[in-house]
RNA sequence: GGACCCGUGGUGGAGAUGGUUACCAUGCCGGCCUGUCACGCCGGAGGUCGCGAGUUCGAUCCUCGUCGGGUCCGCCA
């Protein structure tokens, strides 16, 4: 009988974790059939549930009846099953599996249900179309690694509430439904039937509302906020994702990162028994950028950018004359052997580079009877030789070198050295966890022609530079910022706040937000400053990202129950989808096509 | 919005520079089998080669388009 809600053999044990304790005991297990061998009179059933596998014998001298209906069990049926535990026979034991040296004569058998013939397999980790798998997650979560990678999730959300709650945070709930906020990524927005023409909006962060708690006396603060962005998707990105969101008050930037570091060394302590030294490594943002090109350096790999431009100091090279006339540099990434770019892949790389404002891409390979390179006879022997002696260069190096203004070169060369990580092999159990503090307060956008925040319009700007620089130089503002980076991986980021009126108000006048606009926007929030705002700062820290990298995953897809497509779509709902009349006329909503 | 890769029985792959019955593995169904565990052996079923158009005597293969999946760039305060 099945399907009436009772279940005749209940469980009292889990499959992985019977052990010889247990053998000579009657035990009723509940799984699922994750495959049989039939021997004739004989049949093997490996049943399966989330704690893992034991092996099921039936035996007609045991039990005909059970044996009987084993018969026609077939995989991923759900199967109750009585036995007794016992130690396999001499020869038979199977060290794949925990529970190997044991198996359970079944004396009874209950199928709980049946199944279909499963369209993907369940007890393999092959590769399977992602599409297929997405399809029919609810089978694709039932593999070992999914379950295995959701079980580390929880362990890692676990960790990190136990250290935030050791450490006096508090877990507050934001609104999910709340007002646009047009600056930054765009919203997701919800109309509502109740106020026709008006939408609320899914938040990309708490931001603000982390902030009024910080106002609100809360003092230290803490949730695993689901975020909702309406930008494309990538293997690291989705629609919706969750932040451990952190806030806290009376702070400086020191107090939020030895916070957040104690809370990266528990996690991996708790989850992968790794120990992570704190302090972790620190390094500013422009010290980023002219090691390693990126803001988010993956330092596992070396290859750090070499500054050739005193090299040239005397040069008769007009390109690097100019260069450094004009205050440019000129640097190199040094490969230790050129069988990863072909001819063509350097001209990929060179039209990547000039994408980025580079002029151009020089390359230079040291052979056996001297070097090669379209430049090596503009150069004399003794810049050749000192070049290749400042980079250590042996035979079979290549050198790829930019000239130029020194944050193009410097994003240029990240960019190849990207390429190159890319093709180097994957130092597995790894981690390189580093800060990168003291990012540029603005950037400048070109299709707005306006600065733009590179946080967000509410971080603290380095008060004496935002002085000195905000009418003349506002690039040349720093800010009270830090990004959590792991294996070249933005893991999360955060800022100290503003926390006065009249500084947000200039901050939103450097950044071109009218003072009625941002009355209208954030006037809650400048009102709110108004208040006794306290000192405040906080961190973000990207859970899918680094439930994926502690993983091993190459996406977040991986480490998500039911994710999306690239495209923003859900195989196994169909969502989004199409909405009734009925639905558009209650909300006041028209399409027109 | 752009570049690139992929789409072949349920699943994962192979395929020929356009021509017989589209190949292999696995899965599925049936039979045999009392120590299997990727069980084995025997037999069988299963395909609009993503979709559409074009070129051709003939297209799974070539061309164009389209849809779907993926990686990256743009985008992601």
Redesign the pocket.
Known sequence: MRGEGVIRLKRTHNCGDITREDIGKEVILNGWVN?M??????I?V?LRDRSGFI?I?F???VSIQAHNIAKDV??EYVLAIKGKVKE??E????P??KT?EL?V?AIDIEVLNTSK?????VN?D???????R?RYRYLDLRRRSMQKNLIQRHKIVQSARAYLNENSFIEVETPILTRS?P????DFLVPWRGKPGYCFALP??P?LFKQLLMIGGLERYYQFARCF?D???????QLEFTQIDIEMSFVEVEDILSITEGMVKRVFKDVLNKEIDIPLNRLQYSEAMDRYGSDKPDRRYGHELIDLTDVFCNTTFKIFRNTIGSNGVIKALKVENDLAFSRSAIDDLED?VK??GAKGLIWMKFENNGVRSPIARFLSAAEIESMKERCSSSNGDILFIVAGDRSIVNTALG?IR?TLISKLPDPEETFDILWVLNFPFV?WDK?ENRY????????MPNLEEFKRYKDTDPLKIGSLTYDLVINGVEMGSGSIRINTPQLQREVFELLSIKEREAEKRFGFLLEALEYGAPPHGGVAIGIDRLVMLMTGN??I?NVTAFP????G?D?LTNAPSKVSEKQLKELHIRIIE
């Open positions: 495959d061998r039939k021997l004739g009179n004989l093997f490996t092996q014998v035996d007609p001298r077939r995989k396999r026979p020869g038979t034991i199977n794949a599996y190997g198996e004569a013939t499963p369209p993907i397999y393999r092959n590769r399977t179309d992602e599409d297929l997405l906020t600056e930054g990524a765009r990309q962060s931001q962005r930008e494309d998707l990538r293997a690291d990105r990547a994408e980025v960019m990207g950037e299709e733009k925040a590179e946080h967000h319009p509410f971080t190459r996406s897809r999306k497509t690239k495209s779509f195989p």
